[in-house]
């Protein structure tokens, strides 16, 4: 049934408060009970909502999410609708901090949950970029003290596949943008020797002045700073190379080791580079 | 809002999925569990929360799919809104939490109104931002505290110095020109 009677009938002012969750529950009980009679001001409440909706920036939540959903409805096999992966590893407490998601071509996407290759110049796959997303204000706040001027994280996920030649272009023009460098690890004598560059298709780590490796062994990338070093992936044995890779956007350091082929679970001797994220 | 996406509508998926369709559920998530993560994300704040709330909204979609009333609004924007709810309401929960176990971290002076308002405008999307710097003074600060921030009404009062009345006054404002603002730009009809 509508609602009939003056403007000033209606809690206008607090239903807007109720739009967005700012009410005391007292506040938001009063609300409710006129809204179960009032189609304007219902009506008013879905403008609000819509409004409200549009504002924030759209990433794809991590696949671990669409996990744990599939398996609350009985359908623990059914692929990640925003990466079209079958996941059938046993989430457990590291699945958060794991590293790249890096599946088989048979769709078995169980993975190491310490090591997993960064996508490779070989069978890459084409990221698709994610757009800036802030911390908590209140950590937040004090990285816009510390570091005014430093613009927020970009986050990636994997999304279809791309030939090598695309990769190695998609690498080139986004360190060709004055924005596209992300970050610059530098070796211990402070010589620039990888960029990881962005664009709106993904990110990419570009080896410049590395040394080759002998057989056996391999450059591995890891997150580092805040707490135990996680890694990222493999990088391959070459010097100069261009890889894809997935950057979460929690990460703020980055560090570059030299492993066995298939990867360390920690860093293992010093680390080659290193770099800030700085954006 | 613009039409999307191709295929079954919003409507014929939420029917769907209340007659068991896995498919269905997938489908949903794939159009608007990006814009149900990151408000979660955004107001919560840690991501281990921002998870357990995204995936509540969608494992209640599938439990109670009949919550969803077409004539209430659009899906996307009712799914965004149930997990600014929850998040809100985790936030809400770790701070008080946080307070009855006397973590230091809430010893320590947060930032102030203006400096927690930018940070705030970081999780805004390029139109988002447009429309919300054309806000006449007291409206946008008061939307950014008390959506993103998740504060209630008094708490923003307090954090700019106002009185609530004047907040709540300058959110429904702030909201009526928000969405027109949002119509100049081409984000809403």
Known sequence: ??????????????????????????????????????????????????????????????????????????????????????????????????????????????????????????????????????????????????????????????????????????????????????????????????????????????????????????????????????????????????????????????????????????????FQASGSVLR | MRREHDGPGDDALVAAVSGRDHEALSEIYRRYGGAVWSVARHVCGRTELAKEVCQAVFTELWSHPERFDPAEGALRSWLVAQAHARAVHVARSQGTQRRQDGDARTEQTPPSAEVEIAVHARALTDDGRRAIDQLVPGEREALLLAYFGGHTTSETARLLGTLEDTVKNHLRSGLLNLRRALEVEGVMT
């Open chain 1, 1 to 270: 049934m509508s609602h009939v009677g003056p403007v000033s009938d209606h809690p206008l002012d607090d239903l807007a408060a109720y739009a967005v969750d700012a009410l005391e529950p007292a506040e938001r009980d009063a609300v409710d009970d006129h809204l179960a009679h009032c189609s304007a001001c219902s009506a008013e409440l879905a403008s609000h909502r819509e409004a409200l909706g549009a504002l924030a920036t759209v990433e794809a939540p991590p696949p671990e999410v669409w996990q744990d959903i599939a398996a609350a409805i009985g359908a623990p096999g059914l692929p990640d609708p925003h990466t079209g992966r079958r996941v059938t590893a046993t989430r457990d407490e590291s699945v958060s901090s794991r590293p790249l998601d890096q599946g088989s071509e048979d769709g078995d996407d169980r993975v190491d949950d310490r090591v997993a290759p960064v996508t490779s110049l070989a069978g890459a796959e084409r990221v698709r970029a994610r757009r800036p997303s802030p911390p908590r204000w209140v950590a937040a706040a004090a990285v816009l003290v510390a570091v005014a001027g430093v613009a927020g994280l970009v986050g990636f996920a994997l999304g279809s596949s791309s030939d090598d030649a695309n990769i190695g272009s998609l690498a080139q023009q986004a360190a060709d943008d004055p924005n596209g460098v992300l970050a610059t690890l530098a070796d211990g004598d402070g010589r620039q020797v990888a960029r990881v560059v962005a664009d709106e298709d993904g990110a990419f780590i570009l080896l410049d002045a590395l040394d080759d490796l002998p057989e056996g062994r391999a450059y591995q990338l890891w997150s580092v700073g805040e707490s135990e070093p996680v890694s990222l992936g493999m990088l391959g044995r070459d010097g100069t190379n261009t890889v894809a890779f997935r950057l979460p956007p929690t990460i703020r350091e980055l560090a570059i080791s030299v492993a066995p082929t298939s990867g360390d679970s920690a860093p293992s001797g010093e």
